[in-house]
């Protein structure tokens, strides 16, 4: 990312609308650590994996005084249907000019199906009670390349096997998600409780 936010530094301040209708301003959370995490797209198969990951685990988050904040450019409209289809408990944030992801770093490059555009890029950062960025996270897709023989094989039926593609593609996006979901309640527990170094999955970069 190309202006990821510094980790030890105070998290850059911001009022957006929620799904909810009131506007959150981050500086107003001073006194709970926040989980701020970014996704592209409502309703779509990872940022809904995404979401619902961190719905069920809001009740620990807020256990340990934390709060839940998910960003992404779709409007207030979308938020909310997106909210009430999974039955969400934490508020969605609507940031149609990408002005926030683009302070926090999580605006930029993104390849799909080999094409170069831009676009939110999947981050998650932890912000202590006093405003300051504990830690920041994104996902990293590790891709593969598939064996000649199946290259080969595609191309003479002409179809895909779709049973076993939809298969891949869950994995991907599991590894992809579930990470973020759990580091970040790893890290309250350990901020809250014992202050120890968390050992991270590699499916994601930390940025310290």
Known sequence: MDKWVQVGKEAPDFTLPADDGRNVELSELRGSPVVLYFYPRDDTPGCTKEACAFRDSTAKLEKLGARVLGISPDGVDSHEKFSDKFDLNFPLL????????????????????????????????????????????????????????????????????????????????????????????????????????????ATFAVHS
Request: net charge positive.
């Open 94 to 201: 609507a940031d149609p000019d990408h002005k926030v992801a683009e302070e926090y770093g999580a605006w930029g490059d993104k390849i799909r199906f080999g094409t170069k555009s831009k676009g939110i890029r999947r981050s998650t950062f932890v912000i202590d009670a006093d405003g300051v960025v504990q830690k920041g996270l994104e996902s990293r897709q590790r891709r593969r390349p598939r064996p000649a023989s199946a290259r080969g094989a595609g191309r003479i039926v002409g179809l895909r096997n779709v049973s076993l593609d939809r298969r891949r593609s869950a994995v991907r996006v599991q590894a992809l998600v579930m990470p973020h979901v759990f580091a970040a309640l790893l890290l309250i527990e350990c901020e809250a409780r014992i202050h120890q170094v968390v050992v991270l999955p």
